[in-house]
């Protein structure tokens, strides 16, 4: 009398990142995080043991290339760098995307610029989502500067700026599809020194410090 019956199944959840090369050291220090936020809110850790990008020098791309495989496989997917931790676990980020948005990720604020980062993102899979990330993908203008998926995301924003300029400039611009389509987070989802949030859920340390200092400040953030 059973048979007809189809049983409903949970959204699968992907919490995702990466430590390649030297990016290992920081990994080893963030992923206890990772592990202990997956299980609380029910999310399938995906780690890559090799390259999903090796065509590509640099390894920014390679987080591109792991999303575009990972989206067709789950519901929603949560990208972390491995320079960010997850110092404060206690709410699921999927509960700050509106049902309306397939992207959220936080602007940050400082020196003048409005500047959107990719080191912390939850994307709603779905088509609007996997081709968003193949768009970006694609996007090999901007394979050899300064920021890299980053930029290309900028430009999908319809956002105005110079990745090699110094100082930054990164300002919007037009608004765009991508854009009105996309949630930006609060700063406690991706928390950085220069745009530090008043209670960090994410803290994140960024190419910007130098190596050894982005290590030790993630290791006082989780201690």
């Known amino acids: 009398m059973f048979s007809d019956i189809v049983p409903v199944m ?4 992907v919490l995702a990142t990466m430590g390649l090369g030297r990016h290992e050291e920081l990994l080893a220090v963030t992923r206890p ?36 495989q990972l989206l067709p496989t789950c519901d929603l997917l949560v990208w972390i760098d491995a320079d960010a931790a997850i110092v404060d676990p206690s709410v699921d980020i999927a509960t700050a995307l509106p049902r309306r948005r397939f992207l959220g990720l936080v602007e940050h604020h400082y020196d003048g610029q409005c500047v959107p980062n990719t080191g912390v993102m939850v994307v709603r899979s779905g088509r609007r989502g996997r081709r968003f990330f193949e768009e970006m993908w694609d996007m090999t203008q901007y394979l050899e500067t300064r920021w890299h998926d980053n930029a290309a995301v900028l430009e999908m924003f319809g956002y105005e700026f110079d990745p090699e300029a110094t100082p930054m400039y ?39 410090y130098p190596f050894e200092e982005r290590v030790e400040r993630l290791r006082a953030a989780l201690s």
């Open 33 to 68: 995080s990772f592990e202990r936020y997956a299980v609380l809110h029910g999310y399938d850790l995906r780690i890559p043991e090799t390259d999903p990008a090796p065509e590509r020098k640099h390894k920014h791309w390679s987080k591109v290339a792991f999303i575009n």
């Open 10 to 13: 949970s959204p699968s959840k």
């Open 170 to 208: 990164c300002r919007p611009g037009r608004s765009t599809p991508w854009l009105r389509r996309t949630q930006f987070l609060g700063n406690e989802w991706n928390s950085l020194p220069q745009d530090m949030a008043a209670a960090p859920r994410i803290f994140h340390v960024t190419g910007a």
